[in-house]
């Protein structure tokens, strides 16, 4: 594993971090659970290979996220960095909400602190109207005196200009977590902006999302090295930033963390040549990016019961795999056997409230659906 100085933290942190929002689940009588038969080896693997930071939040895996991880890392605590977040949603009303918060996620994680305590997905109108109003930091910083966080950091969902204004008022913010990867490079100049102000900086959904599964020649084209996993592509294009400290990955099972480590313990990462060339290839992925969806699920439940990531998914196959024929036929048994679709649909708003892409995605649904079924 590789390590990297996380900012000006003081801190060394694994190149590969485990994103703890896509443990392994089941359902019980309408009820989800972690399977901890299956995530707390994971977990505890993870730190084994070298995995030394872990990020949750209070609501990941159905709101079981954070007692599991604390619970997987207990022995180990002081080795490993626990990172968790606090809402600034209805939750957070009040000044002393923070304390709260902070007191139920040391509480779930079973821990007397929180390395990285982060201001969860926030854009300029809540660091304005609530972190700023509320004078949340101040908070933030008393929990830092008494022991309880070590750490000050933000993760960020809004208009990447947007983030140079939070670093730039929020002057004791130490590290941030924004989504980057090769087909969505908006927050790569604030990521450089960030680096050069001293903070971390942590980069979730670095292989799209899962939508990068399939090998790629391309690789291939701007090396001339054998053709490797778009994945891998995509990790080593995420990890070859010299901005960039971490790549989260939401790993699911064994086999996911060891291709992640593999790569995050490479000595030969992208060249700095190679890197570059594979950013001016961009304008060509560029057409990926028409719907970017990373597969979070925040738009579900839907109401109607549309399955909004999925129905995406199979766009990606097309639009940027070229998987035509795949993505025609996984739609026609998505509808044969009763999947809901845009005609379904009964107006709330809800998903496209949730979505931290900000898609339109009743329009995209109508232009994705008519897509696939002409194929
Ligand atoms: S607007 Fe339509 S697609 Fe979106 S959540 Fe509501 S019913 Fe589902
Ligand atoms: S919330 Fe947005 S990005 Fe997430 S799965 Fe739904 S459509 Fe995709």
Sequence with gaps: MLYRDFGKTGEKISALGFGCMRLPEFEKDGKWYIDE????????SAYEKGVNYFDSAVYYCHSNSEALVGKALKSVRDKVMLSTKIPLGGEVQETKDYRKML???LTRMDTDYIDFYHFWGISKDAYDNKIDRLGLMKEALKAKEEGLIRHISFSFHDDPKNIKYIIDKAEFMESMLVQYNLLDRSNEEMIEYAQSKGLGTVAMGPVGGGRLAAPTELYTKLTGKPAIATYELAFKFVLG????????SGMQNMDMLE???KVASDENPLTEAEWKQLGESMEQIKKFSDLYCTGCS???????EINIPK???MFTYHNVYGLSGHAKWE???????GGKTIKDCQGCGFCEEKCPQKL???????RVEKILKNL
């Design 360 to 366: 339109k995605i009743r329009k995209e649904l109508v």
């Design 311 to 313: 129905i995406f998914n």
């Design 298 to 304: 925040y738009c579900q439940p839907c109401p109607a």
């Design 103 to 105: 007191e139920q996620s």
């Design 331 to 337: 739609f026609g048994d998505y509808v044969e056997k």
């Design 37 to 44: 038969e299956k995530a707390i080896p994971l977990l505890q």
């Design 241 to 248: 930033n010299p901005n960039l400290n971490c790549a989260l």
């Design 259 to 261: 291709q992640n480590v």
